[in-house]
């Protein structure tokens, strides 16, 4: 089901940067009640200044931040779930702290803020939670446990779409390819690929919010890697074999 976004409060975490900054315009243009998330504290003010958007500064790798952003937006009927953090190399570089901290904020927050906001929703009988996975959910080398954190959470969304569709509740995740944002050079490691190219923040901003109005279930940014990702459903091996090959799997 579809929402529309003129008067709604919504909750948009990773707000201070990148993808979750242009979404933060969008949705205010579209006339939205907006809380936005994230750490650092000056992204998070340029924000509210370009959109007048309340802000809150919380680390969603904890519990008492996670507990915080709940709380604050407890009534929210729009949840999109958009922090995320990357790490590229061997697996066996990553530290066991960097694995758990990677896990924290791109898998266990969403599901913990789905879980506390999903109650007011249904005693509402509405409400709309936004998941931001990756094309990365199909596997990526060199990215392993980024990877499967997206993976894992396109799986969580699927689930939970069983469960609550029917009740006025949608469940709608996105899987972007390349985005240029900070992200990248966040991760430690720039995006040098000259295919697919990267699409512009704003752009991925746009057809995430229309996907929110249209209630789709998944979108692909751009929607042509929907393909690249049954193919390697129907075909995993020859999938990864193509991957060694053009570098995209090692
Ligand atoms: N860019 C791409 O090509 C691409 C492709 C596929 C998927 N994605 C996904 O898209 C989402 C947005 O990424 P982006 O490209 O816009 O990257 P970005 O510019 O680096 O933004 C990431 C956002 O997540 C927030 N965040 C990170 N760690 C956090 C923490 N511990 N607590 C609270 N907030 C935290 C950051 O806020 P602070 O720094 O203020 O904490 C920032 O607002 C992520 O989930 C990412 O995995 C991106």
Redesign the pocket.
């Known amino acids: 089901m579809g929402t529309a976004l003129r008067g709604r409060t919504v909750l948009l ?9 242009a979404t933060a315009e969008v949705l205010v243009r579209r006339g939205c009640d907006l809380v936005v ?4 504290e000056q ?2 003010n340029r924000v509210a200044e370009r959109t007048g958007a309340r802000t809150l500064a ?4 904890s519990d008492e ?1 996670l507990r915080r952003v709940a709380d604050r937006a407890s009534h929210a009927e729009v949840l999109i779930n ?5 790490w590229s190399g061997e697996l066996e570089a990553m530290t066991g702290p960097e694995v758990h901290r990677l896990l924290a ?2 898998l266990t927050a969403p599901v913990e803020l789905t879980r506390m906001l999903l109650p007011a929703m249904r005693a509402r009988g509405r409400g709309h939670v936004v998941f ?5 959910a199909v596997g990526v080398g060199g990215e392993a446990v980024y990877s499967a954190s ?1 993976a894992a959470l396109r799986a969580f969304a699927a689930s939970l779409r069983y469960e609550i569709s029917g009740d006025g509740l949608t469940v709608t995740t996105v899987l ?4 240029r ?4 050079q ?1 991760r430690g490691l720039p ?1 040098e690929r000259s295919f697919p190219r ?1 699409l512009p ?1 704003e752009k991925a901003a746009e057809q995430l919010v229309r996907a929110v109005e249209r209630g789709s279930e998944e979108i692909f940014l751009p929607g042509w890697l929907d393909l690249a990702a049954r193919f390697q459903g129907v075909l995993p091996g020859t999938f990864h074999r193509l991957g060694r090959r053009f570098g995209q799997v090692r």
């Open positions: 975490t990773g707000g201070s940067s990148g993808i979750g900054a998330t994230g750490r650092d992204g998070l919380a680390d969603l790798g931040g958009n922090a995320g953090v990357g904020v791109n931001v996975s990756s094309i990365a997206k972007p390819g390349a985005v944002t900070p992200f990248f966040r995006y990267m923040a």
